[in-house]
């Protein structure tokens, strides 16, 4: 890791949208615990933009709330020197005359510090802003890329990046007018959790696995992310977006990449993003007559009856897909993506059960399977289920699970936060956690092949009751 109290390169890290929501719950906390622990370049000035007028007090005292709401245990002599990190600067997105008052702010930085500091601008706004903010950042000249010796320029870009593929490519067309591939960061905040970051670890550092992960060996995997939650009130963004586009195109698909990849020649980013785009690539697309056969599309009762959703909406808050890769390693192997809102548990975890060898030598007419689950969340532990036989004069075999649990395994240690890590990770210029162009690309590509043959199909959703696991019908999929 960097040790950024040796470095000597200012650096200012521009918010758009720094009043919202995004802000006060990640980013601020974030920047706390990076600054707690020095981490964070001695030289550092975060610059909040918005569109209320607001003093630099003012923006300062939306600070100290968030941290007051969001940290436990704040360090008195942190919070003085830590606020005075931030200074505001007032404007609207599609109007330039907040852009110039910004270029002025960032001069007279440069200016104080006698040099062109590092800047970084993270886009924390909705994603119709994008466009906008993009083409004011070129014409304010704002952007201007020096070099990484005398001063580089990065954006960080939230997703969902686009909506459909078309809108991808017409947003990367104008990032790439911008800026290289290699400053553009476009957050997927999963690859950031620990237990995400460490699947690489898990797969290509056991030397016992990689042998068993394909067809001859695993049966199938089962990727799953359930909320308790609802759509909470949120009808006018979620309506017509729907769970696929919201979660599938980005989380879900991710976790795929990183469980499904080959073996990479190292851990480069580089190489890790080119192997997680060549599994995207390679998933199966559907027909109208395959996607009634291999997906399901659910919605909980009374979700159209929700502030601003229109009420013949037939936008999923829940759907099951069986993928599939069209690799020699996957050929055949079905692999489950299960996402929605309103179930029973809130859950994040891949689960991949092997194969039987034949013939069966058990006793009795069972066969047994071995399964390693793989969870995220609420826990982050890895077990894999064993046979073993039951202590008395028969055979008779039971099932049990060897555990690794993070949390006990270190339990005096501090875990780092989804958002620490991938801002630490712009600052170094490590783009292994953020998402590429040909993984956007090959995930939209997936998703906006479901979503054609579903209207196509005619394929209405179906209702479940909040609560439970989702659709009845999601046992003709279910693993």
């Given amino acids: 890791m960097t040790d950024f109290s040796k470095s000597t390169t200012p650096t200012i890290f521009i918010v758009f949208g720094a009043t919202g929501d995004l802000m006060r719950r990640k980013l601020i906390p974030s920047l706390y615990q990076l600054y707690q622990r020095k981490l964070l370049p001695p030289l550092f000035h975060v610059i909040g933009y918005s569109r209320r007028e607001w003093s630099d007090d003012e923006f300062r ?189 980005n989380h879900i698909l991710q976790l795929l990449a990183l469980f499904t990849m080959d073996t990479p020649k190292d851990f480069s980013a580089d190489t890790i993003r080119a192997g997680r785009a060549e599994v995207l690539r390679a998933l199966a697309p559907y027909t109208t007559r395959t996607v009634r056969e ?90 894999m289920s064993f046979w073993v036989k039951r202590p008395g004069t028969e055979m008779k075999i039971e099932e049990n699970d060897f555990v690794f649990d993070y949390k006990q395994a270190y339990p005096d240690t501090e875990f780092m936060g989804p958002y620490e890590k991938l801002l630490l990770d712009v600052l170094e210029g490590n783009q292994t956690l953020f998402v590429s162009t040909p993984e956007i690309m090959a995930s939209w590509r997936f998703v906006d092949n479901v979503l054609r043959s579903w209207k196509r199909s005619d394929q209405q959703v179906v209702l479940y009751k909040k609560g439970t696991d989702g659709p009845i019908e999601r046992a003709t999929l279910h693993p």
């Fill in 294 to 383: 291999h997906t399901i599309r659910g919605q909980y009762e009374g979700y159209a009856r929700e502030k601003n959703v229109a009420p013949d909406t037939q936008t999923e808050t829940y759907y099951m897909i069986r993928a599939f890769i069209r690799t020699r390693r996957w050929r055949g192997v079905p692999i489950i993506l299960e996402n929605g809102k309103a179930l029973k548990d809130a859950i994040a975890k891949i689960s991949v059960r092997f194969r039987h060898p034949a013939p069966c030598l058990c006793p009795g007419d069972a066969h047994f399977h071995n399964v390693l689950r793989y969870q995220i969340q609420p826990q982050e532990r890895i077990s």
């Fill in 61 to 249: 005292a939306l600070v100290l709330a968030s941290l007051q709401d969001r940290i436990k245990n704040l360090d008195e002599g942190v919070i003085h020197p830590f606020l005075h990190l931030f200074s505001y600067s007032s404007g609207f997105f599609d109007t330039v005359d907040g852009y110039n008052k910004l270029a002025q702010r960032l001069g007279v930085r440069d200016k104080e510090w006698s040099t062109c500091a590092n800047k970084f601008f993270y886009l924390a706004v909705p994603p119709e802003y994008y466009e906008t903010i993009f083409r004011h950042l070129a014409d304010s000249h704002l952007a201007s890329s020096h070099s990484e010796e005398s001063g580089w320029t990065r954006v960080i870009v939230e997703k969902p990046f686009g909506k459909n593929l078309k809108t991808a490519e017409k947003l990367d067309a104008l990032l790439g007018k911008l800026f290289s591939e290699e400053q553009v960061y476009r957050i997927d905040h999963y690859l950031g959790k620990e237990t995400v970051q460490n699947i690489l670890a898990f797969r290509f550092s056991n030397s016992f696995l990689e042998h068993a992960w394909n067809n001859d060996f695993i049966e199938r995997i089962h990727i799953k992310i359930s909320e308790k939650i609802d759509i909470e009130g949120r009808g006018e963004l979620f309506d017509g977006v729907g769970m696929l586009r919201d979660m599938g195109q």
